[in-house]
Antibody, heavy 121, light 112 residues
Framework: QVQLVQSGGEVKKPGASVRVSCKTS????????ITWVRQAPGQRLEWMAW????????KSAHHLQARVSLTTDTSTNTAFMDLRGLRSDDSAIYYC??????????????WGQGTPVTVSS | QSVLSQPPSVSGAPGQRVTISCTGS?????????VHWYQQLPGTAPRLLIY???HRPSGVPDRFSGSKSGTSASLAITGLQAEDEAEYYC????????????FGTGTKVTVL
């Protein structure tokens, strides 16, 4: 079955960077994209960014595009999200999900289990 | 970047029908982009509930259905059950700027 398994929780200091990985299985990795969504404690889902596993094209939310980088490793069917310049309001659970190949209209399914990231001095 | 608007909460007794609205704009729902719905149980990752024109992934009961009209969409839950108590989010695509995905503000469904 299709599965997305994310890396473990992280605790970082303000100004640091974090990398979250998302290892996929059960489908042809390059037939889809991967999207990243985060959820601060008690808050709504916030779309962050998307990458095509086919050609590496990316899209990101305007307010994050200067700090977020997405990559994929097609040899291990794994996607990575790097977030730089961490601030306390970046503390959230970060989810990856399988997404459309072309970064256009479509849904996200399935989702990874989530990776908690805490930013604290 | 815009957000889709949902009511913060809806409630109903077991067996009742509840609906959740999702209001967008001319650059997302009104532009014809599909609306998808997710259910998030406490402490768990979201799961896809409805996609496209009211399609349900395998395992989702037919008590859940979706509809869309103009710049809005709705999720209906008929025969409400205790296990339906969760947070529900709509999601679509917005063609403004360079294009991006957009979520709703979320609705908490309480089973009385």
């Amino acid at each position: 079955q299709v599965q997305l398994v994310q890396s473990g929780g992280e605790v970082k200091k303000p100004g640091a960077s974090v990398r979250v990985s998302c290892k996929t299985s059960g489908y042809t990795f390059t037939d889809y994209g991967i999207t990243w969504v985060r959820q601060a404690p008690g808050q709504r889902l916030e779309w962050m960014a998307w990458i095509s596993a086919y050609n590496g094209d990316t899209k990101s939310a305007h307010h994050l595009q200067a700090r977020v980088s997405l990559t994929t490793d097609t040899s291990t069917n794994t996607a990575f999200m790097d977030l730089r310049g961490l601030r306390s309001d970046d503390s959230a659970i970060y989810y990856c999900a399988r997404a459309p190949t072309l970064g256009d209209a479509g849904h996200f399914d399935p989702w990874g289990q989530g990776t908690p990231v805490t930013v604290s001095s | 970047q815009s957000v889709l608007s949902q009511p913060p909460s809806v409630s109903g007794a077991p067996g009742q029908r509840v609906t959740i609205s999702c209001t967008g704009s001319s650059s997302n729902i009104g532009a014809g982009y599909d609306v998808h719905w997710y259910q998030q149980l406490p402490g768990t990752a979201p799961r896809l509930l409805i996609y496209g024109k009211s399609h349900r992934p395998s395992g989702v009961p037919d008590r859940f259905s979706g509809s869309k009209s103009g710049t809005s969409a709705s999720l209906a839950i008929t025969g409400l059950q205790a296990e339906d108590e969760a947070e529900y989010y709509c999601q679509s695509y917005d063609s403004s700027l360079s294009g991006y995905y957009v979520f709703g503000t979320g609705t908490k469904v309480t089973v009385l």
